[in-house]
Nanobody, 119 residues
Framework: QVQFVESGGGLVQPGGSLRLSCAAS????????MGWYRQAPGSQRELVAG???????KYLDSVKGRFTISRDNAKNTMYLQMNKLKPEDTAVYYC?????????????WGQGTRVTVSS
């Protein structure tokens, strides 16, 4: 079973930046779409950004122009560069393989990495 380890979260002031990393075990990483998801307190988990074959990407409207998703298949690692962070970006961020409709492919998750945007 593939495992995900997210890292890079922390406390940052509004307008600041963070770079999240997702390390996935297993050799099948490159075969799948991947997505970053987040869950804020009292809210459902939502797709923030996804990346598929040929570099196709999808972003939540509220993060377009601020967040950039990328992946390094040789390292089985995915990244999320987050710039111009806003308090509403505060959430626990998770990674997972993604379905064609960008929903999470697996029903298991890593521990996530917490992002807190606050002054």
């Amino acid at each position: 079973q593939v495992q995900f380890v997210e890292s890079g979260g922390g406390l940052v002031q509004p307008g600041g930046s963070l770079r999240l990393s997702c390390a996935a075990s297993g050799s099948i990483f490159s075969l799948y779409r991947m997505g970053w998801y987040r869950q804020a307190p009292g809210s459902q988990r939502e797709l923030v950004a996804g990346i598929g074959y040929g570099g196709i990407t999808k972003y939540l409207d509220s993060v377009k122009g601020r967040f950039t998703i990328s992946r390094d298949n040789a390292k089985n690692t995915m990244y999320l560069q987050m710039n111009k962070l806003k308090p509403e970006d505060t959430a626990v961020y998770y990674c997972n393989m993604a379905r064609v409709d960008w929903g999470p492919l697996n029903d298991f998750w890593g521990q996530g990495t917490r992002v807190t945007v606050s002054s």
